[in-house]
């Protein structure tokens, strides 16, 4: 079956732009993550999706950064007013019922490159 | 802070000889920990992972040793081969944490020569 998919790959934007990267996790995965890496740094979780329950936004480093996702599936991420650093790869990740030791299957990634 | 620490940003060997990638953590709520390896323009693929009640885990090629009191994990890889030329990522959790979020540590390049 497919695997995680994410898009744009790339994405380039000017500052004060806002911008929103998709992610489509594997079918029948319950639980959704939310990662960025930036430059010479690892990755970093910004929030979590399970099921139904209210998502653990606890990641999110400002109020310019909010996800949604809709029908248990798709999940965007939306970046408000982008600064420059917010220039990072933002990875999604999905598992099968978001428990400890589910192996979490990451997408490709989204590189954001904000001027 | 950064809770999971890889000081070596790189690491070069020969094909066939051992690899050794380290990692350090701070916090000691972690008691499950793993590796990922990352191939260019890839996500992160799952390697192999440690729970805290062992010392060690060995899948193939790949072992993995846990030192809890020096909160220090490593990743052997023996025989090293070209195709593990990739970012290796050290990951943790804690039990306490919502899902199973991970922190993980920088990366390390790690380039395997014929």
């Known amino acids: 079956g497919a695997g995680v998919s994410q898009s744009p790959s790339n994405k380039v934007t000017e500052k004060g732009k806002d911008v929103e990267l998709r992610c489509d996790p594997i079918s029948g995965h319950t639980a959704l993550y939310w990662y960025r890496q930036s430059l010479g740094q690892g990755l970093e979780f910004l929030i979590y999706f399970q099921g139904n329950s209210a998502p653990d936004k606890s990641g999110l480093p400002s109020d310019r950064f909010s996800a949604e996702r809709t029908g248990g599936s798709v999940s965007t991420l939306t970046i408000q007013r982008t600064q420059q650093e917010d220039s990072a790869v933002y990875l999604c990740?999905?598992?099968?019922?978001?428990?400890?030791?589910?192996?979490?299957?990451f997408g490709p990634g989204t590189r954001l490159t904000v001027l | 802070d950064q809770q999971v620490k890889q000081n070596s940003p790189s690491l070069s060997v020969q094909e066939g000889r051992i690899s050794i990638l380290n990692c350090d953590y701070t916090?000691?709520?972690?008691?499950?920990f793993l590796w990922y390896k990352k191939y260019p323009a890839e996500g992160p693929t799952f390697l192999i992972s440690i729970s805290s009640i062992k010392d060690k885990n060995e899948d193939g090629r790949f072992t993995v040793f846990l030192n809890k009191s020096a909160k220090h994990l490593s990743l052997h890889i023996v025989p090293s081969q070209p195709g593990d030329s990739a970012v290796y990522f050290c990951?943790?959790?804690?039990?306490?944490?919502?899902?199973?979020?991970?922190?993980f540590g920088e990366g390390t390049q790690l380039t395997v020569n014929p």
């Open positions: 916090n000691s709520m972690f008691d499950y």
């Open positions: 990951a943790a959790s804690a039990i306490e944490t919502s899902g199973s979020r991970l922190t």
């Open positions: 990740a999905s598992s099968s019922q978001g428990l400890r030791f589910d192996e979490q299957f």
